[in-house]
């Protein structure tokens, strides 16, 4: 049983509404518990390029061997307040439940990152331990953690990294987040030439086109590879805008997103699926618009890292954590250039949800969990 209860600080991170970008306010609260445990705060604000300024914060203590603990303090909107069940900001608990929105995606995690580094600070524990904290996770992360690890690297040196997203899938400890997929979008549109459906002698359809086009951007793009499932593309939308049963479109567009492994970069998957839609349609007139963003798949291959938290995990739950690259992107994406990174949190299974919430017995035992991983990594 740790000393310090990861639970107000989850609560009062809760309280302090933090709709991306984050507010100064949920970085009063790390920074209070932080500086009281003898950690070295910095708070920086980041405005790349005339975008909205973002805050951050750079925390650390100790000497040698280097572990940062890396997570986000912004979360996403509530939705309907009147759909949830209790203030969505009132972090409220009811029985064994921590209601409240971050209560999972991640002000939970950060709450039990900063009860276990305020025990190993007591404790007077070996190495090192910095804090790497955004407010720009969930929105276009320009002036979040991309630019606080270019920050950081003319200051010091990482020799590791956790990332705190919701991990977990069923219990806690099951799964860690080795690697993660890479991201691609884009809009196609094929244009045509308006005209009367009686006399399509005269237009020119863009339908089935981006039709022949949908069909080959569906086609397998790969198999897999290693700890990757396969590539997946998805069609988001098909788009003509119009309301009319007689009149042929001018224009029609389709949307997709791609999750793919690490048989690919951006680059490689954006010249096959470019090859895709002109082999498709050879003869329509087609533009297609590159969305920025998310980068390349990773994978970490720092083996000794892998087996230190897989032991710290197993120590605590019980539990043998699968290694998995799945879900969405995060922001290890940015930390993989400077350190080895891993991901590890709680059960992630209501976040961005109305009622997220999570059991206050959980939110205790990962705070013991994160306190293994730090001794059991500085020992490496």
Known sequence: MMATDPLPI????????SVTPAAPAVFDVVEAALGAAGFAVERITFAKDGSPPVENLFATRGEGRHLAFAGHVDVVPPGPIEAWSHDPFAAIVEGDTLHGRGAQDMKGAVAAMIAAATDWAEANGSGRLSFLITGDEEGVAING?????EWCDSRTRFDAAIVGEPTSRKVLGDTIKVGRRGSLSATVTVSGRQGHVAYQELADNPVPALLAI????NATLDAGSGPFAPSNL????????????????????LRFNVRFNDRW???????????????????????????????????????????????????????????NTGG??????FIKDYCPVLEFGGVGDLLHQVNERTPVSELRRLA??????????LAE
Do not use: C
């Not at 533009?287 to 605590?316: N, P, Q, Y």
């Not at 013991?368 to 991983?373: F, G, L, N, Q």
């Open 10 to 17: 989850a609560q009062s991170l809760i309280r302090a509404e």
């Open 145 to 149: 953690t991309a630019a606080l690890m």
């Open 214 to 217: 949908g069909q080959a951007l």
């Open 234 to 253: 998805e069609i988001v939308s098909i788009d003509v805008g119009n309301p009319a049963w007689n009149v042929i479109p001018a224009s029609a567009t």
């Open 265 to 323: 970069t951006r680059d490689s998957l954006k010249s096959e699926l470019t090859r895709r839609i002109e082999t498709a349609a050879p003869a329509a007139t087609v533009a297609i618009a590159w969305e920025s963003g998310h980068g390349d798949a990773f994978v970490t291959r720092d083996e000794a890292l892998i087996a230190a938290v897989t032991k710290a995990v197993e120590g605590v739950t019980g539990v043998t954590p699968e290694p």
């Open 328 to 333: 969405g992107t995060s922001d290890a994406r």
């Open 368 to 377: 013991e969990t994160y306190r293994a991983i730090i001794d059991t990594v």
